[in-house]
């Protein structure tokens, strides 16, 4: 969610564009999306009441240029925290971009619709999980796969600047890319070695990928990030045995982050009809770790 992604040459299973499965920790054993039975539950989030996400929520807000552009993609949302965008109820997180900006949004950056981004980037959240992102995350949630729209389940380390501080995308569907093939979905890792256009990443299809809730998942070591939908891998990438923090900046905290973008690079053209279908909805939200 950074930058753009690797935009062509898509790789289906475990491939990656710019170097495969990444690194060559090989002497350790290969992870899987079963969750190691000594994990116990750390931190969740059901959504059981109902209004405004919990105190282990935070916001990005507005319309931040970065790159010259809104958040770097030539984004056309304002991000609130309205209740019209973000809001829980009847047992699910619902994030709902919604036509128009407030009138103290810029004026000249083409922006269409008012949205939300959440993130667990909070005191209460880094203490749950010891200051330590190794774990076993599961978010359940239904995806819009509606064209202009890009929602995203990603993570980003604690402290640091893009790309530095190293990010992890879950889940991305691209509106701009996916929606002639709709049950399609995207893992990717963005570090100082490989982001942006050169981003390390895969994809493959998901029966019904958009009319159903799914788990997606990620597992995450010391020596590997292994991401998946249902129990089945989509993208593995490994600490290089010549690991430093330009190619592995995933050792320190990190948090979750939730949204759903309009248009720019990867959401592609708008119909501001189309709106209101581009509601996300999660269940749940559950990390694992190490006792």
Partial sequence: MGKSLCLTGFIAALAACGGGSGGDAGSTAALTLSKPVSYVLKWSDEFTT??????????????????????????????????????????????????????????????????????????????????TPYGFYEIRAKVPCVAGAWPAIWMMGRNGDWP????????????????????????????????????????????????????????????????????????????????????????QPAHLLLNVAVGGNLGGTVNVNDLPAMTMQVDYIKVWQNP
């Fill in 50 to 131: 109902a209004g405004a996400p919990g105190s282990a929520w935070a916001y990005d807000l507005g319309s931040t240029l970065l790159g010259g552009t809104v958040w770097g993609n030539s984004e056309k949302q304002y991000y609130t925290n309205d209740p019209a965008n973000v809001y829980v109820n009847n047992g699910y997180l619902t994030i709902q971009p919604v036509a128009g900006v407030p009138q103290s949004a810029p004026s000249g950056l083409g922006l269409l619709a008012t949205s939300a981004r959440i993130k667990t980037d909070t005191v209460a959240y880094y203490n749950a999980l010891n200051s």
């Fill in 164 to 251: 530095a501080r190293g990010e992890i995308d879950i889940m991305e569907w691209f509106g701009r890319y996916f929606s002639a093939q709709p049950n399609q979905v995207q893992s990717a890792v963005h570090t100082p070695e490989s982001y942006g256009s050169t981003a390390l990443f895969a994809k493959r299809n998901v029966d019904n990928m958009c009319s159903e809730f799914h788990r997606f998942q990620l597992h995450w070591t010391a020596n590997e990030i292994l991401i998946g939908v249902d129990d089945v891998p989509t993208f593995s990438y490994k600490k290089p045995s010549n690991a430093t923090v330009n190619n592995w900046p995933f050792d």
